[in-house]
């Protein structure tokens, strides 16, 4: 049976669709349609979530075991900005209620800053630590206790690094929490110090907790959707990724015991992640904390604390953008947050050669035409084999349509005699289908890459596109495309059965109206490499043809 290139080309597009459905589950936390669950998975539940105090959206739930507060403590925000960041920590438990990045701006408001912890409005995005553990004077200190400014403010060093030390006693403990900031750093240091004031010896566990809502963002889109959620690593089992729907229904399955790695809340383009001691044992949990609201964390033993004895733990906190070559300098697989799905073994060269022409060109737009280039002379013999199937398809057309008309009445003849005209003429019915294939797992490896890349973030390139990140604000380039689609389908040979014609007339149509949701960086590298192979196939064309007139 004769098989059609504009049939196989439909397949393409299907299939293609397919693995686009496929990549945007993963995006969203959902389970590839291609892969199992993860082997190594333990479930969320065992690693004793229950033991940290829980808390409502703004912080004050009732911790296990105690009474009730008569009235509410006090509660003072102390701000600490560096040049990159801008932080809100509230005395009452010392908890992050706010973290603004000072060099990103929000995606629907330019004119504000990036906001990534905050509590307000239906949002909830907070960093909370504490202790669990009770003693015959009552529960330790947690992210509900009052703590106090050491010395009324924050210190600076001679470096420029801003501290702020916040101490609290309760339950016959003090737990002193050290919060370190840099120039220039987006990891904040912090170091919990924990002192037996008690008579008896004490076996607290530090808690490090991340609380988000399981809203999606303001922005997001069927076409541009991206992943918010729970995120970890560890050596054994690498990374894994959650989704708040599974933890409310109780069935998230990930590592629950580890001596490494982290706990994150990732979304597009930023990531904030506590990272414990190194060595270090502890649980990891995911839990629902109230209505919509969702918990990710580590609970660390510190072991027997004599009286009058301190016991000191060090960790940190990156909160900040998903810049992969900051990101596996700080800890092992934190870079794995900047997630390219399953087209990784494709994305990260295809961005690795990106970082290294936009240090030449300094514009992230050229530098996706500079790659168009390389990526069609690096497929060159492999399209100008597909495009001279297509140029000898063009000659031999007539030929076909009197094979069509003398047999019209009988399939089977009329298919062996197109094969018969094929082996005569040295034409592959599906060369001219080469083309488009050996492109499609770049073109998706592409969308991973300007979908991941917080570096092209709001990246401009000339004009009207100001970033390559987000669709065409005017249809410009997919306008382009879907004529620079409708010249290809002129060169192409055209199909002897009308509808198909009518078909190949659309395709380009329906195309460019899906390119009008697609970031403007894919649809630039579609558009020049269209131009880049219209030139390529004419040339080969017009060979051809003048070599048949002759």
């Known amino acids: 049976m004769e098989l059609n290139k504009r049939t196989v080309l439909w397949i393409v597009f299907a299939i293609s669709l397919i693995v686009l459905w496929n990549n945007w589950m993963v995006a969203n936390g959902k389970q590839s349609l291609f892969s199992p669950a993860p082997p190594a998975a333990q479930v969320a539940q065992q690693a004793k979530p229950n033991d940290v105090p829980a808390a409502a959206q703004q912080g004050a739930g009732a911790v296990p075991g105690a009474a009730a507060p008569a009235a509410a403590p006090a509660s003072q925000r102390v701000t600490i900005a560096t040049d990159v960041v801008k932080v809100d920590i509230d005395t009452l438990g010392g908890v992050i209620k706010r973290l603004e990045l000072l060099k990103f701006a929000d995606e629907i408001d330019k004119n504000k800053n990036k906001v990534l912890f905050d509590v307000g409005g239906k949002n909830t995005y907070l960093g909370q630590t504490g202790l669990i553990g009770q003693t015959p004077a009552g529960v330790l200190p947690n992210h509900q206790t009052p703590f106090t400014v050491r010395g009324g403010a924050p210190t600076r060093d001679a470096n420029g690094n801003v ?267 599906l060369g001219g289908c080469l083309p488009i294939l050996v492109q499609m797992p770049v073109f998706f490896a592409l969308y991973w890459v300007l979908q991941s890349s917080v570096e092209m973030r709001g990246a401009p390139w000339v004009g009207w596109i100001t970033d390559l990140t987000q669709p065409d604000p005017f249809f410009i380039l997919p306008i382009i495309y879907a004529v620079s689609m409708f010249i290809t389908t002129k060169l192409n040979p055209q199909p002897a059965d009308p509808v198909q014609a009518k078909m190949m007339l659309f395709m380009p149509l329906a195309f460019s109206v899906i390119f009008f949701f697609f970031p403007s960086g894919l649809v630039l590298y579609w558009v020049v490499n269209n131009i880049l192979s219209i030139a390529q196939q004419w040339v080969i064309t017009k060979k051809f043809e003048t070599g048949a007139a002759k």
């Open 163 to 429: 501290q702020l030390v916040l101490d609290a006693e309760q339950g016959g403990v003090r737990l002193t929490k050290t919060f370190t900031f840099k120039k220039g750093d987006y990891t904040i240091g912090l170091r919990h110090d924990v002192t037996n004031l008690s008579a008896a010896p004490v076996q607290p566990s530090l808690y490090l907790q991340l609380q988000h809502d399981g809203n999606k963002p303001a922005n997001d889109s069927w076409f541009m959707s991206s992943y918010t959620g729970p995120t970890l690593y560890t050596a054994e089992d690498k990374y894994q990724k959650l989704s708040f729907e599974d933890i409310e229904k109780g069935n998230a399955e990930h590592s629950a015991k580890a001596n490494n790695g982290w706990v994150a809340i990732s979304q597009h383009f930023f990531v904030s992640a506590f990272i414990p001691a190194d060595k270090a044992q502890r649980d990891i949990y995911t839990k629902k904390i109230a209505t919509n609201l969702y918990a990710i964390g580590t609970v660390q033993p510190l072991g027997n604390v004599a009286p009058g004895a301190t016991v000191s733990t060090d960790s940190r906190l990156y909160s900040g953008p998903q810049d992969e070559k900051t990101l596996e300098t700080i800890t092992p697989g934190l870079e794995l947050v900047k997630d390219y799905g399953m087209l990784t073994i494709i994305a990260k060269p295809i961005f690795w050669v990106m970082d290294h022409l936009h240090a030449l060109l300094g514009n992230w737009g050229w530098t996706i035409v500079a790659l168009t280039v390389l990526i069609k002379l690096a497929f060159f013999p492999l399209s100008a084999a597909g495009y001279r199937s297509m140029a000898k398809m063009r000659v031999v057309t007539p030929k076909m349509q009197a094979i069509r008309e003398r047999y019209k009445n009988d399939p089977q003849k009329m298919q062996q005699a197109t094969m018969e005209l094929y082996k005569t003429e040295k034409i592959n019915p």
